[in-house]
């Protein structure tokens, strides 16, 4: 993710919030602060350091763990995290939140996640697709896990179908551009057209409850990073401070749904979007970090047509075509060295298996469970706006 640097260098932590400070601090009427505006300065950095730590860790994993199920879900318990802890500013400074330029920063945010929402219904689906790839799995390790002393030639026939039917899946897959000819399902409601116009204050212009066939997860991650810019130093002083974590929380946003469409397949993927974000933040570099180490695995040769760059994709992926290879090439009886082929092929592909089984129901909970968050904090808001508007 680019970097801009408006300052010249990076700013440590502490030098960071001390900006803030006097910024707000012009003019100056007294030598000591106010205690409110002490405690709101110490929260604003203290959110800062939270955002920071949370990066920290996700970027401290070696190659083998980054853009794995593991991983996604550390992501979006991060996320939460975050988005839990603004919420909690929001509501401590909700009586300003209707006073310019706050505002406009505050239904800007709220705007981009309802697009959000769009994308967090488009990777369940994509979580449904990978199912449909572990079920095809599953029926190749029923086919050649037997533990009977020989394998008959009726179980690779059945392997074979069932390794024909997933790399069949997969390729779909990839010529569609993964646009799904069905609708995306939504978090807790059939889709019925009366459920699709039943959306909450605020949320007339979402497309949360249905994607059609034509929707773009690239064109929505675009719409959703257009105009983002850093806070001048004119909005901070005028929101005190304020305008930072809307800043903030719009970035990890913006990173967290571009990391989860190039992990998970969903409708005409694309990771070309970029963010400048200045170097005095001090997640910033984590961010930018994380952001090329999985650009970087998007070009490996083996991984530029992928279908997702999430880690257990592509071992399945390798696992399939390997005993795909093996299975065609197989004459009866085996020799030694043929079953051992096999039983490590087979192995292989149980390991993946069994992460699917224990990890995609999770991650299908996280996915929700960031769907909610980000709804209830945007009609949290909206809430607090009707308020300050009406008093």
Sequence with gaps: MPSTDNQGSSSPFHSFGRSILNTRREPVHSVEPSHESSAMESELELFQKQVTDQFHELSAVGADELLSIAWIQKLLDAFICCLEEFRVILL???????????????????????????????????????????????????????????????????A????????????????????????????????????????????????????????????????????????RGNEIAATNGLAV?????????????????????????????????????????LIQSLHERILEESKKRERRNSIGLLKEIYQIERCSRQLTDLVDVIQFPLSEEQKMEVEQGVEELTMVVEVFKNGLDPLERQVREVFRKIMYCQTEGHGFLGSANND
């Design 92 to 158: 401590k400074n909700k009586a300003k939140l209707s006073k310019p330029p706050l505002d406009r920063l505050i239904a800007e945010f709220y705007e981009r996640s309802v697009k959000a929402l769009d994308i967090c219904n488009a990777i369940r689906d994509g979580i449904e697709r990978i199912r449909m790839w572990q079920k095809h799995s599953e029926i190749v390790l029923s086919a050649l896990g037997s533990r009977q002393r020989a394998i008959c030639e009726g179980q690779f026939r059945r």
């Design 160 to 231: 074979r179908k069932a390794l024909m039917d997933l790399a069949l899946a997969m390729l779909e897959e990839k010529e569609s551009g993964s646009v799904v000819s069905r609708r995306n399902r939504s978090f807790g409601r059939h889709n019925t057209s009366k459920d699709h116009h039943r959306s909450l204050p605020g949320h007339s212009r979402s497309l949360s409850w249905s994607v059609s066939q034509s929707w773009s997860a690239a064109k929505q991650l675009q719409s959703i990073t257009n105009n983002l810019n850093p806070p």
């Design 245 to 285: 974590p809307v800043f903030t929380m719009t970035s990890v946003l913006v990173f967290v749904l571009w990391a989860l469409v190039a992990a998970i397949p969903c409708q005409d993927r694309g990771l070309n979007v970029h963010i400048s974000i200045p170097r005095q933040f001090p997640w910033a570099a």
